[in-house]
Each structure stands twice: as structure tokens, then as C-alpha cells.
């Protein structure tokens, strides 16, 4: 029956259709499915599966990141309601977009990828100045501090993640607090998340989450 | 429909023409012009073209005086006054120079009826729409209520960069960028209007003091760097909803190089930091509010502007969500300029694809994009989800197999889809902010260039318009430059903008919670539903 509804859950998302992946949820809860067995069993697998997926589809579009994680977000905030005992953390990440940018969807989307693979967000909304990312993150003791841009100049200029590295630098963060950023700029031209200073970048949002997962894994390692 | 076949030194060109034309102001509308030095009253004699073939009408007085019975028997005409009546072919052996400058289509302009009989000097009025691409302009005789001919060219501020952000980037990091921006718009204004005094009216320097006032709307970035003056500022969220305003420092500074000594400069002011005159313009070229409540007026550009009038209120706001309709993102992109495919039709083949001036498909146009999309997605080549059925691998799918400029790829139909849910989510903020639903829409007016190719039908398949019957949808191609027109003839034309920005309540979309609910939900290709689901 598990990999019915798996199969059927990944259609749907891969079809983009919301609505018809709420319906599997549902069934699945109705035929005895636990709200743990939907999230680590179907919700996070998914998600697994598109990240192999994409990398390997040059085809997956914005609709369907956008359906993993918005899917995938919803659906395990609704389970979580039901657990019976609050899951383990990966980690924590700071995430905002960039001095000067109000473009949220793609924080949205990393968000959603995130949580869902279980990794604690701190949502600093949009047009966060680079202190408040850092002076947050050292108060939240967050392994990661993300941030869109989806503009050229808030993505290059000297109030967004550049000013961040400069102040994880001054502060002596730079072993404990990875940089990672996103956002259309970063994917006309890969070299720019370098440019910038940061520590990793990715195209999309599954691929975002992955990133993030491992930068956590490997301060926790250290 | 008949065709113009023009031979000239460039090669064979084939123009679609409609009757009773001249064949003067036919070519005036592309970049084959003939030399002209009065405004096609057969009185400079510098048009002549030969026939070579073809319907048309007969010799006119004015051909008897200024062509030689040799220069007749050798099949000479002027262009101005030789009618089409069916399909003809000319020879253009003395095009005029190569010019930045082509007439507006006629089908394209509005039709208005007003002058300004009090006017006793300086009758003459300049109506510009400065767009981010192309500047528009139109040159009346106000006293008589006569437009006496129009140019659109490219603004040269693109040698900056196409979309806006980069040409105030460049004005806010070096002031002398910010002084070379102003100036080459302005110079364009200027060359323009030369253009048409030269050709249309046949004399320059003295006209031009009889310029009595030069009236432009523009979107905020345009005006800003026109008038060289708080770039970034639009730059900084802070000021993005607040009322700005762009006035010339020093109006003489700008009559001077422009040898208008007479002309009042007239800038309307814009609605907020997002949203420029222009948008104010296209509502008085509409009469949105004239309408019943429920009107909606798009216009689709690099930044789309989109208001709802809703009885009492209008609510106005703007989405940068246009430039994959002009081409930019696609494979085979292309604004709407000669080869590019506009309609896509089913044939036994397979496709047929329809392309302006009927030359060999180049690429897609925002029209055509749309149409190609529609019917693939009709044709079950395409889901919903915007993947294609069976992948047809980087290169896309070919319309026509045999032409390679006529495929769609993967990419094309994301980057479609974010910019038809970037809109259509616009219009749906609208409509909540106003406490309506889809249904109560009772008018569409889709302003500026998209429109006029577009089927609607197809762009409703695809949540890209709302459901909204065909007889409540009107086009108004050039409605920004129809507006200042309007302005210019009427004694308080000002005022009237003025009065209208007022009324409008700017709606900042980064601002609006749902707007990415919204956003997300729009990208499935699928016609929006009357009643959302909830
Ligand atoms: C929607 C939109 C808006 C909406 C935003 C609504 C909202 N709440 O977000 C509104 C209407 C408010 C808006 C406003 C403006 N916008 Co805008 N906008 C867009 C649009 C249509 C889509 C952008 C978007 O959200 N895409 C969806 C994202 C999620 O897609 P994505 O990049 O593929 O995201 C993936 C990855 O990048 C990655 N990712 C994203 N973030 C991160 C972060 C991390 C850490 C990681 C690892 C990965 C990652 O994962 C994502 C998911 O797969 C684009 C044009 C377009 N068609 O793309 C213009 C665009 C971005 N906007 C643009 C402009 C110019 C503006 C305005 C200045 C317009 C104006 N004149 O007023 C304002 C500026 C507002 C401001 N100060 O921020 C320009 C930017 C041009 C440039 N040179 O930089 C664009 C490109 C349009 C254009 N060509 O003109 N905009
Ligand atoms: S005679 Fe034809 S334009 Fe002057």
C-alpha cells in the first residue's frame, strides 16, 4: 500500500497538482498511515527524489519546485500537528532576502524545502539589513544564513550578502556560520555567489535544501 | 487585403496593404521611405517610385505638374498620391536615407476628434510617450485639431541596457551617465520632430517656434532619467510607494538645444514610484472610468501596469512580469518586428505559423508564443504543469520541422509561466482589494502593442486573461500616446490627469501577503476560474 501512495503522492506533485496531492494525504491518513509514516515515509522521499530528479531533468520548472516545496511544506505542517512526539532537527538556518529586495517567492520555496526535510527557519521577511542576519543568526545559534536576491544590484551591492561576510569576518563567525545565497542573478552567472563571498549557491529551491543540509551536516561534523 | 511587392537595392519586399492607401504612407510605416519634403499634397514632387505592375489609381493633377511626359511614359508616380486598389509592385530606386523614424500604423492611432479654436499663436503640439523601448510622438495642428503625423523609434538609452534597473544603476554610479541618459532621449525627441517637419510639412526652423507646448508621459524610470533627477530614489523600497514627481530643473535649458522657444514643457505627473503617467494616460485614452464597474485595463510592457475601476474607486498597481513577451528569456524570442511568427494556426501538416510581413519565420513574438503554447497545450503535447507530454530534449519542439526558429522549448513555456501567473496574480490582488471576483469583470481594454495580434480565446485557455466574453474585450494599441494626445487638445488636459491620479489607490504587490499565494497558484497553464477554488 506504502508505495501506492508514494507513487501516487510523487505524480501528483510532479504534475504540479495540488490539490490532487492533498487527496492522497488524506486517503493515506484514512487507511491508517500515521502523520510520522506520511512525512518521513512519503513527504521527504519525495522531496529526495526530485532533487535526484532535477539534477539530472533539465526540463523541472519553476511550477514544479514550487509544488515540492509548497506541497511538501504544507502538508508537513499539517502532520505535525499529529505527532506524537516532536521530530529531530537537522539544524537551524536564518533566512531573509536582501537589503533593497522584496521579491519573497524563492525564499518561500527554500523555506518550504527546508522545513520539510526537517530544518528549523528563522524567517527574517524581506529587505533585511546584512547586521540583522548575523546579529540574529548568533542569538538563534543558526549553522546557515540564507539569502534571495532576485534583483542584479541587491544580489551585487554593498548592503546585501558581501556586507555579510564582512561582518561574520570581523565577528569571527566564519567557522561557525555558513553563507548560502539564491536567486535569478546567481543563475545567469555561476561565478557570482564567489563574488559575493558566499560559501555555496544553488538554482532551485530543492537543490537548496540539499546544500543546506550538508553545510549543517558538516559544522555539526567539525 | 492586397500586397505592396517594393524592389529596391535591399532586395524584395512584400508589405500587406489595405485599399485606398497611399503607397507613400504605406512605406512610411517601415524603414523602406520614399524622400518627401511636404506632407503628400504632391507639391515637393521629391516621391516619385516607378510602377512596375499593379490596380491602382489614376495619375493625379499634381503628378501631371511635376513629372516630364517622359518621366510618366517611364512609369514614374508619386508615391503620395498613387492608391493602392489591389496587389501592386513599385521599384523604390531613391529611398530616402536610412532613418531611426517610421510612421505609427494608422490602424494603430486613435481616432479623436477635438482642437482648441482659442489658440490664436504657437498651434503646434507635441504628444510623447516615452517608453523604456520605443519612444512615440505624435505632432498636431491644435488649433485646427489636425495630427499632422507620428514617429516611433527606439529609445537609445537601450545602448544602457534593455530593462530600467540597469539605466539607473548606470545614472546613479557615474553623474555623467545620468547627463548622457537625459540627453540622448531628448535628442531623440528632437530628431523625430525634425523628421516630420522635414518630410511632413516641409519646412523646419520657422515651425519650430510655432511649437507652443511638448507634452510627455512616461513610466518613473523614463522621467526620472529625462529629467535627470532622483534615479535612486527608485532605486530604495522607501520611496516606492510614496507620490513622486519628475519636473526639468531649468525648462529653458531643455527649449534651447531643442530650438522650441515657444513651447510650454509639460510633464504629468506620475502616480507613485512604481506606477509612471503613462498608465494615466492609457485611463484617459480608455475612459476606464467612464465604464461600468468591473473594468479592467492591462498594459503589457517590460513592466506591466494594470488598473480596476470598481465604480468608485480605481485601484492601480504594476508587475514586472512582461519582457518574456517582448522575447527576453526565449529561445526564439523576438518583439514584434518582420519575420516574427504572431499567430499559430493547425494545418493538415501540422502547424502553420503566421509571421509579420509574411517573411520567413525568425522567432516568436509575444502573441505568437502564446498562441504556439495554447495549441500545443490543446493538442495534448503539453500538461497543465507546463511539461511537455513526450520531452523533445533541449533544442524544443519545432512548429515546422524544417525551420528551426520555430521551436518551444522547455525553458520557454517556464519562463511564459511565470510571467502569465506574475500577471494574472496582479489581477486577482486587484480584484480582492476591491472586493470583487473574476465574475463581475464586465470590461477588458489591453493597451499597447501585445494586444493587437493577440487571439484572445487562446490567452484565455491559458490564464493569461481573464474569462471575460470577446464583445467586452477592446484593444487600444497605442492608448499612452492617445492619452497625451487627448491631453494636448483639450485646455485642461492637465488638470484632467491631475484629477485622475488622485482618484487612484497604488497597490505595491511586495507589500500584499497573498500575492505569492496567488502567484503560485496562476502558473498552471489553465484558464482561470470564475470562482476560485478555494
Ligand atoms: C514576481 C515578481 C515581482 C513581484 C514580487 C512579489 C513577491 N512577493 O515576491 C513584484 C511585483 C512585487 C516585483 C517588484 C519589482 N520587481 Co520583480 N519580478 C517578479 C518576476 C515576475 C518573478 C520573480 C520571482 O519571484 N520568480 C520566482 C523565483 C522563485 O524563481 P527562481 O529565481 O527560479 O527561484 C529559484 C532559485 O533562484 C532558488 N533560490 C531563490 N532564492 C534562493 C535563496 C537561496 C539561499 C538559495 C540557495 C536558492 C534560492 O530557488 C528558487 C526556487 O526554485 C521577475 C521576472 C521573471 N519572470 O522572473 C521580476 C524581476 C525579478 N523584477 C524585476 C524588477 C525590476 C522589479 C521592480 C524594480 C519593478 C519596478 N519597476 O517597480 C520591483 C522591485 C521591488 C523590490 N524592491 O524588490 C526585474 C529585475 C531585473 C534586474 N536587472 O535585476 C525582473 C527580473 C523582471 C525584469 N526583467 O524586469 N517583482
Ligand atoms: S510630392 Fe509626394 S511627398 Fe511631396
Not at chain 1, 504540479?16 to 494525504?25: P, S, W
Amino acid at each position: 500500500m506504502l508505495e501506492r501512495i508514494v507513487k501516487a503522492y510523487n505524480e501528483a506533485v510532479f504534475e504540479t497538482d495540488k490539490e490532487a496531492a492533498f487527496e492522497v494525504v488524506e486517503a493515506a491518513l484514512a487507511g491508517g498511515l500515521t502523520a510520522e509514516d506520511i512525512v518521513f515515509k512519503v513527504v521527504i522521499p519525495a522531496v529526495e527524489e526530485m532533487m535526484s530528479n532535477i539534477t539530472k531533468d533539465p526540463d523541472a520548472n519553476l511550477a514544479q519546485h514550487f509544488m515540492t516545496a509548497q506541497i511538501a511544506a504544507e502538508v508537513t505542517e499539517k502532520m505535525l500537528l499529529s505527532f506524537k512526539q516532536p521530530p529531530e532537527i537537522i539544524g537551524k538556518v536564518v533566512m531573509g532576502t536582501a537589503h533593497g529586495d522584496l521579491h519573497s517567492l524563492g525564499k518561500r520555496i527554500v523555506m518550504g524545502c527546508l522545513k520539510a526535510l526537517m530544518v528549523d527557519v528563522v524567517d527574517l521577511g524581506v529587505n533585511v539589513p546584512a547586521e540583522r542576519f548575523v546579529d540574529v543568526a548568533q542569538a538563534e545559534n543558526a549553522q546557515v544564513i540564507a539569502i534571495s536576491a532576485m534583483m542584479v544590484h541587491t544580489a551585487t551591492g554593498e548592503n546585501g550578502a558581501s556586507k555579510v561576510r564582512r561582518i561574520l569576518h570581523e565577528r569571527g563567525l566564519e567557522d561557525r556560520i555558513k553563507l548560502v545565497v539564491g536567486g535569478a542573478p546567481y543563475r545567469f552567472d555561476d561565478g557570482l555567489y564567489q563574488t559575493v563571498g558566499a560559501d555555496a549557491w544553488a538554482a532551485d529551491g530543492v537543490n537548496a535544501g540539499r546544500i543546506i543540509v550538508d553545510l549543517i551536516r558538516g559544522i555539526k561534523k567539525s | 487585403m492586397s500586397v505592396l511587392l517594393v524592389s529596391s537595392a535591399t532586395g524584395l519586399h512584400r508589405l500587406p496593404a489595405s485599399d485606398g492607401q497611399s503607397v507613400r504612407d504605406l512605406l512610411d510605416t517601415t524603414a523602406l521611405r520614399v524622400r518627401a519634403a511636404c506632407g503628400g499634397s504632391g507639391t515637393c514632387g521629391a516621391c516619385s517610385v516607378r510602377l512596375i505592375a499593379g490596380e491602382v489609381s489614376p495619375p493625379t493633377v499634381a503628378e501631371y505638374l511635376k513629372l516630364t511626359p517622359e518621366e510618366r511614359a517611364a512609369g514614374q508616380r508619386l508615391a503620395c498620391q498613387l492608391r493602392i486598389q489591389g496587389d501592386v509592385h513599385i521599384e523604390l530606386e531613391h529611398p530616402a536615407p536610412p532613418s531611426a523614424w517610421k510612421s505609427i500604423v494608422p490602424e494603430n492611432l486613435a481616432e479623436i476628434t477635438a482642437c482648441r479654436p482659442e489658440l490664436s499663436a504657437h498651434r503646434y503640439g507635441l504628444a510623447v510617450d516615452l517608453g523604456t523601448t520605443h519612444i512615440r510622438l505624435a505632432l498636431w495642428d491644435r488649433r485646427a485639431g489636425k495630427r499632422i503625423a507620428t514617429r516611433r523609434g527606439a529609445n537609445p538609452q537601450g545602448s544602457f541596457g534593455a530593462d530600467v534597473l540597469n539605466r539607473l544603476e548606470a545614472a546613479r554610479a557615474h553623474p555623467e551617465h545620468a547627463a548622457e541618459l537625459a540627453a540622448s532621449a531628448r535628442e531623440a525627441i528632437m530628431h523625430a520632430v525634425r523628421d516630420i517637419l522635414a518630410r511632413d510639412i516641409g519646412e523646419v526652423t520657422p515651425m519650430l517656434a510655432e511649437i507652443g507646448e511638448v507634452l510627455i508621459v512616461g513610466n518613473t524610470a523614463m522621467l526620472a532619467l529625462l529629467t535627470g533627477q532622483g534615479g535612486d530614489a527608485l532605486l530604495d523600497p522607501a520611496y516606492w510607494q510614496k507620490k513622486v514627481d519628475f519636473q526639468p530643473a531649468d525648462r529653458s535649458a531643455w527649449q534651447q538645444p531643442w530650438h522650441l522657444p515657444n513651447a510650454r514643457i509639460v510633464l504629468p505627473g506620475p502616480v507613485a514610484g512604481f506606477v509612471g503617467s503613462d498608465l494615466v494616460a492609457d485611463l484617459v485614452a480608455t475612459g476606464l472610468v467612464d465604464g461600468p464597474p468591473g473594468s479592467l485595463l492591462l498594459d503589457v510592457g517590460t513592466n506591466t501596469e494594470i488598473a480596476l475601476w470598481d465604480g468608485a474607486c480605481l485601484h492601480v498597481t504594476s508587475v514586472p512580469g512582461g519582457p518574456a513577451f517582448e522575447g527576453v528569456g526565449i529561445r526564439h524570442g523576438m518583439p514584434a518586428e518582420p519575420g516574427a511568427i504572431y499567430r499559430v494556426s493547425r494545418s493538415d501538416a501540422g502547424y502553420a505559423c503566421a509571421t509579420l510581413a509574411g517573411e520567413t519565420a525568425r522567432g516568436f513574438c509575444g502573441s505568437g508564443l502564446t498562441d504556439a503554447i495554447a495549441v500545443l497545450l490543446a493538442d495534448g503535447r503539453l500538461k497543465p504543469s507546463g511539461r511537455f507530454v513526450v520531452s523533445p530534449g533541449p533544442e524544443g519542439y519545432a512548429l515546422d520541422p524544417a525551420n528551426p526558429a520555430t521551436a518551444i522549448t522547455g525553458i520557454d513555456v517556464d519562463a511564459f509561466q511565470r510571467a502569465k501567473a506574475a500577471i494574472a496574480a496582479a489581477m486577482e490582488v486587484l480584484l480582492r482589494q476591491a472586493g470583487m471576483g473574476w465574475g463581475e469583470l464586465r470590461r477588458l481594454c489591453i493597451c499597447g502593442a501585445f494586444g493587437h495580434t493577440l487571439d484572445v480565446g487562446r490567452a484565455q485557455s491559458l490564464g493569461l486573461l481573464p474569462p471575460i466574453a470577446a464583445q467586452d474585450v477592446e484593444l487600444h494599441a497605442d492608448a499612452s500616446l492617445a492619452g497625451g494626445e487627448r491631453a494636448l487638445l483639450s485646455p485642461n488636459g492637465a488638470q484632467r490627469f491631475a484629477a485622475l491620479t488622485d482618484t487612484i489607490k497604488a497597490i505595491n504587490l511586495s507589500l500584499i501577503a497573498d500575492y505569492d499565494e496567488a502567484y503560485i497558484n496562476h502558473l498552471r497553464l489553465r484558464p482561470i476560474a470564475v470562482a476560485p477554488s478555494p
